[in-house]
């Protein structure tokens, strides 16, 4: 059994940045798409970013393109997304998930990913 721990978030003001990591334990990661998940009070959780498991593709939902990057360390077991220029709107908890089955094809969709952290707050201040 996988677990994921999220970690790096926090208070901060509009226009700047933050770094979430998720360490996993139980299951290598190497063999798995990554995905980071957020979910803002009264809303639905909603996809933000994809990993596929050799680092080779990435998507994003839209509003946060050219903001944010994901990343993982296969070597660290730990997956990472980097977040600049922080809106006010992007407060939120975010989630680390990892995919159900390994090597899959990229996708958003929450029923696709088997395991989640906790979650991490990331509030953004105007």
């Known amino acids: 059994q996988v677990q994921l721990v999220e970690s790096g978030g926090g208070l901060v003001q509009a226009g700047g940045s933050l770094r979430l990591s998720c360490a996993a334990s139980g299951r290598t990661l190497s063999r798995f798409n990554m995905g980071w998940f957020r979910q803002a009070p009264g809303k639905e959780r909603e996809f933000v970013a994809i990993i596929n498991y050799g680092s080779t593709m990435t998507y994003y939902r839209d509003s946060v393109k050219g903001r944010f990057t994901i990343s993982r360390d296969n070597a660290k077991n730990t997956v990472y997304l980097q977040m600049n220029d922080l809106k006010p709107e992007d407060s939120a908890v975010y989630y680390c998930?990892?995919?159900?089955?390994?090597?899959?094809?990229?996708?958003?969709?929450?029923?696709?990913?088997?395991?989640w952290g906790q979650g991490t707050q990331v509030t953004v201040s105007s």
């Open positions: 998930a990892s995919a159900s089955q390994p090597f899959g094809v990229i996708t958003t969709r929450r029923a696709d990913f088997g395991s």
